[in-house]
């Protein structure tokens, strides 16, 4: 069974740019969270979706957002970028509590 | 809300046993997991506790006690491709919050 795929891998964009990343969860998996990883924040939670709803948020600022589709694939948007958003953003899916996670998407802003 | 605590760094020589604790206080607790993150790579699931008590995976080992808010991570016989970062996480409903890590580093 394939995992977790994001894409893109790797991206850089300037302050102010927008940007959208996206996450395929493992076949089966209903469940997909994000997560946004840094050195000195660690891992933190974003959102997640369920059946495309979102059913929990951290504590992220609006310009974060992100959307399910109906085949569990989910996007993430970050607007009006700050240097402060560059970071690995790792999505997760979930069928029944563990979480499995994709390679991540490197985020530079510049 | 959630918080996790667990060290920041530990060392072990190859072939020795090393233990990671992680305490934690929330809000709701619907499970622990373990992880383990090599650099650049993402987290990888290692062990998950519900219940109290030990569950055992081959080399690593994991302990919870919900009472405490306390779990170890045992990890025996360490390799050298060990050398990692250990992740605690706590799961609510919907969630899971992790702490920072434990830096593992193994010499030969």
């Known amino acids: 069974k394939a995992g977790v795929t994001q894409t893109p891998r790797y991206l850089i964009k300037t302050r102010g740019q927008q940007v959208t990343l996206s996450c395929s969860p493992i076949s089966g998996h209903r469940s997909v969270s994000w997560y946004q990883q840094t050195p000195g924040q660690g891992l933190q939670f974003l959102f997640e979706?369920?059946?495309?709803?979102?059913?929990n948020k951290g504590n992220f600022p609006g310009r974060f957002s992100g959307r399910q589709f109906s085949n569990s694939r989910s996007e993430m948007n970050v607007s009006t970028l700050e240097l402060g958003d560059s970071a690995l953003y790792l999505c997760?899916?979930?069928?029944?509590?563990?979480?499995?996670f994709g390679p991540g998407t490197r985020l530079t802003v510049l | 809300g959630q918080n996790i605590d667990q060290p920041t760094e530990m060392t072990a020589t190859e072939g020795a046993i090393v233990q990671i604790n992680c305490t934690y206080q929330?809000?709701?607790?619907?499970?622990l997991f373990w992880y383990q993150q090599h650099a650049g790579e993402a987290p990888t699931f290692l062990s998950y506790?519900?219940?109290?008590g030990l569950e055992e995976k081959g080399r690593f080992s994991s302990f919870l006690s919900r009472s405490k808010g306390y779990s170890y991570l045992l990890l025996k016989e360490l390799q050298m491709k060990d050398s990692a970062s250990y992740l605690c996480a706590v799961r609510d409903d919907y969630k899971l919050s992790f702490g920072a890590g434990t830096t593992v580093t193994v010499r030969a």
């Open positions: 979706y369920f059946s495309e709803t979102q059913r």
């Open positions: 929330t809000s709701g607790f619907n499970g």
């Open positions: 997760a899916s979930s069928l029944t509590g563990e979480q499995f």
């Open positions: 506790n519900v219940l109290d």
